[in-house]
């Protein structure tokens, strides 16, 4: 290689380095807001059944919380993890709880072609907006937030969460 061609690759690389590192500032998880947890608690949605389900219920209790919707593809792709997860650490008080950002016939639909074991709740817009005050500033989703039985926010992810990472943080949080 010469140096003009090193020097553009280097330049290539700088710029990609860059831009992901910025797209991540701009777009990433953030830090959930002071009254988020707070609001979160606060809050009932209806289950695929129609009834409203507190929050609250679950305070107290390891709780993978996710933001999801039929239309996302990685969000589907990590169910099977979180089914799985469920059936392995539900003795441990680790709650799964999965909040469709989506209708609810699209919600039931989905649900008929699946046997999720969870509570499946559907927030359509105010799920998404408290999804944002949890951290997820972009909007964008799969977002999982996994909080502890103390209250705090011990994992915030936007994207598809690999299996094993959120395995190893329900390994440092649940009870034995």
Known sequence: MNKKTLLYAFAGLFALVIGGLTARALHGPRSADAQALPRLW?????????????LSQW???VLVLNFWATWC????EEIPDFMALHTQYQSRKVAFVGIAIDNAGAVAAFLRETNIPYPILIGE?????????LGDASGALPYTIVIDHAGRIVLSHLGRLPRARLEAILEQNASQ
Request: aromatic share 0%.
């Open 73 to 76: 593809p990685p969000c589907r």
């Open 42 to 54: 606060a809050t009932s949605l209806p289950d695929s059944h129609g009834q409203e389900q507190a």
């Open 59 to 61: 305070q107290g209790e």
């Open 125 to 133: 817009g105010e799920a998404q907006a408290l999804a944002q005050t």
